[in-house]
Nanobody, 128 residues
Framework: QVQLVEFGGGLAQAGGSLRLSCRAS????????MGWFRQAPGKEREFVAA????????YYADSVKGRFTISRDNAKNTVCLQMTSLKPEGTAAYYC?????????????????????WGQGTQVTVSS
């Protein structure tokens, strides 16, 4: 049974930082691409960042490029999202997701329908 568990959300001030982590179990982690998405109230779930097998293959939404960094530790089955220079519009539930590397192309990493497994989400609230 595949499980993705996010943690590290919380409250931050605009301009501050938070680090989200997602621990995976029930899968061969190194065989999966990992993504982070977010969903604000009343809005659709949107792509934030994704990573392939290694940190040589990272992808970001334009809205977070230069401020967020995605990384993974295949030995610990963990993917992280370091968020800096946070903005109030970043307030949302953040979800990690997994898809087998062989089943997705690079352009597919930005689409939520590409992913097979999802975590339950962790709330990030950024105050102005």
């Amino acid at each position: 049974q595949v499980q993705l568990v996010e943690f590290g959300g919380g409250l931050a001030q605009a301009g501050g930082s938070l680090r989200l982590s997602c621990r995976a179990s029930g899968l061969t982690f190194s065989n999966y691409a990992m993504g982070w998405f977010r969903q604000a109230p009343g809005k659709e779930r949107e792509f934030v960042a994704a990573i392939g097998w290694s940190e040589d293959s990272t992808y970001y939404a334009d809205s977070v490029k230069g401020r967020f960094t995605i990384s993974r530790d295949n030995a610990k089955n963990t993917v992280c999202l370091q968020m800096t220079s946070l903005k109030p519009e970043g307030t949302a539930a953040y979800y990690c997701a997994a898809v087998p590397l062989h089943a997705v192309r690079v352009d597919g990493l930005r689409r939520r329908e590409s992913y097979n497994y999802w975590g339950q989400g962790t709330q990030v609230t950024v105050s102005s």
